[in-house]
């Protein structure tokens, strides 16, 4: 069946992304607002991010997600493609995550995470699937492990991690014997606690103790050689508010002074002060950090509207989930829920320093083509399952 059918859609659903989508047009407006000289058409731009998005969004719900499982190896196949293209185009500040295009810039990592949604939903969906056999546990790692490592390499490893969770959520709820997946998460804790075996820690300078200089656990800071210098400054940023606060930690500062200082109300729209006179800074106040723009202007009012709107939006991926007609949109949905939870409570943990500073953008707030669009990508394919769900007397 395709075609779209008004009566059949989740009009809460699609409510609640038109409220997202004209708030982020808003506050990236608002976020650039004394920087208009340098980036006078941002908002702009996002506001046509959001209209290619809603038109891709449109495409995908008239088109019957059935078909998409059929051409789960051809979508994933191409991700990874575009994720191997990255590498041959230039380093953009240290890390090659983007596809130069005209007038726009390709991140495909975003689109790796629901090609592995996709594909793990219509592996695992297969009529002749054994749930409890090795095979298939091993077989829906390679899946998410190999854009895993190609994302981890670029380097960017908060994107990677996500998709730890929507493998792990997906091969869940399918029934994949629970023995398993305790053995190979015991695997990863095993490899991981064998790594924390090679840190080495920061210790003192012979000069420092000689003047009386005494470091506590939290002074101690640990070297990680896997990770890159700007993942390691963020977590000792996490674990030391006194670390760098004029450098490595001048985000997390400002951004938990942003939030605070909004109040119960806020100061009102375009009257955020940390972010109008520069100490959130203009380059990722827009995109990473758009929660605290909203905070301040908003206030904690303003915070609790964003957040009912994503919990009804989850909600929703949750219920289109419980009502599909097959396996595969009933997966697929669930995949793209979790991967939009772990967004929202990363970026909105870090804006409060409750997580470190990762670069995990706002559904459908945060300025970027790629993240809108793929964004609307994975809600139109919800939508689409959602339309065609099996009826209830």
């Given at each position: ?20 989508v ?8 608002s ?9 006078g ?8 991010f ?14 019957d997600y059935?078909v998409?499982?059929t051409?789960s190896w051809?979508?994933y196949?191409g991700?990874?493609?575009l994720?191997?293209a990255v590498?041959?185009?230039?380093a953009?500040?240290g ?12 991140q495909p990592?975003?689109l790796?995470?629901?090609?592995v949604a996709?594909k ?10 054994e ?5 298939t546990f ?8 190999l854009p895993?490592i190609?994302i981890?390499?670029?380097p ?9 969770p929507i493998?792990?959520?997906i091969m869940?709820y399918?029934?994949?014997?629970r ?6 998460l015991?695997?990863v ?18 000069e ?11 002074q ?5 050689p896997v ?14 508010n ?5 450098g490595a930690?001048?985000?997390?500062l ?5 939030v ?10 375009l009257?955020?002060?940390?972010n109008i006179l ?5 380059a ?10 909203i ?5 904690f009012?303003g ?11 989850l ?5 289109v ?20 939870f772990?967004h ?11 997580l ?9 707030m ?8 793929s964004t ?7 939508q689409?399952?959602?339309q065609?769900r099996?009826?209830?007397n």
């Amino acid at each position: 069946m395709n075609g779209i059918q008004p009566k059949r859609l989740d009009w809460t659903m699609l409510s609640t992304i038109f409220l997202l989508v004209a708030m982020s047009v808003a506050f990236v407006f608002s976020a650039r607002f004394k920087s208009a000289d340098l980036y006078g058409d941002t908002w702009e731009k996002q506001l046509l991010f959001a209209i290619m998005g809603m038109g891709v969004y449109a495409a995908i719900v008239w088109f019957d997600y059935k078909v998409i499982s059929t051409l789960s190896w051809w979508i994933y196949a191409g991700a990874i493609v575009l994720l191997l293209a990255v590498f041959l185009f230039p380093a953009n500040n240290g890390a090659q995550r983007w596809i130069p295009l005209p007038g726009f810039t390709l991140q495909p990592s975003e689109l790796a995470k629901i090609a592995v949604a996709i594909k793990l939903g219509a592996f695992l969906s297969a009529p002749d699937r054994e749930m409890d056999e090795w095979k298939t546990f091993f077989s829906c790692a390679a899946i998410a492990g190999l854009p895993f490592i190609l994302i981890a390499i670029e380097p960017d490893l908060s994107t990677s991690l996500t998709l730890a969770p929507i493998t792990l959520a997906i091969m869940l709820y399918a029934g994949v014997k629970r023995k398993l997946l305790l053995i190979g998460l015991a695997a990863v804790v095993l490899l991981g606690t064998t790594a924390c075996l090679w840190i080495k820690y920061e210790k003192p300078t012979q000069e420092q103790l000689d003047a009386g200089y005494v470091p506590d656990r939290h002074q101690v800071l640990p070297r990680m050689p896997v990770l890159h210098d700007y993942q390691k400054d963020r977590i000792r940023v996490f674990v030391r508010n006194d670390h760098d606060v004029a450098g490595a930690g001048w985000n997390k500062l400002q951004s938990q002074i942003a939030v605070g200082s909004g109040g119960l109300h806020g100061k009102g729209y375009l009257k955020g002060t940390q972010n109008i006179l520069g100490f959130l800074p203009s380059a990722v106040a827009q995109s990473d950090f758009i929660f605290c723009v909203i905070s301040e202007e908003t206030g904690f009012i303003g915070s609790a509207f964003i957040l009912t709107l994503y919990a009804v939006l989850l909600g929703r991926c949750m219920r289109v989930s419980l009502r599909s007609r097959d396996e595969f949109g009933r997966l697929m949905a669930l995949g793209i829920g979790v991967m939009l939870f772990c967004h929202v409570f990363v970026n909105i943990a870090m804006t409060i320093g409750v997580l470190p500073i990762t670069g995990l953008p706002l559904p459908l707030m945060s300025y970027g083509g790629s993240f809108m669009v793929s964004t609307l990508i994975a809600l139109g394919l919800v939508q689409s399952v959602y339309q065609r769900r099996r009826i209830r007397n």
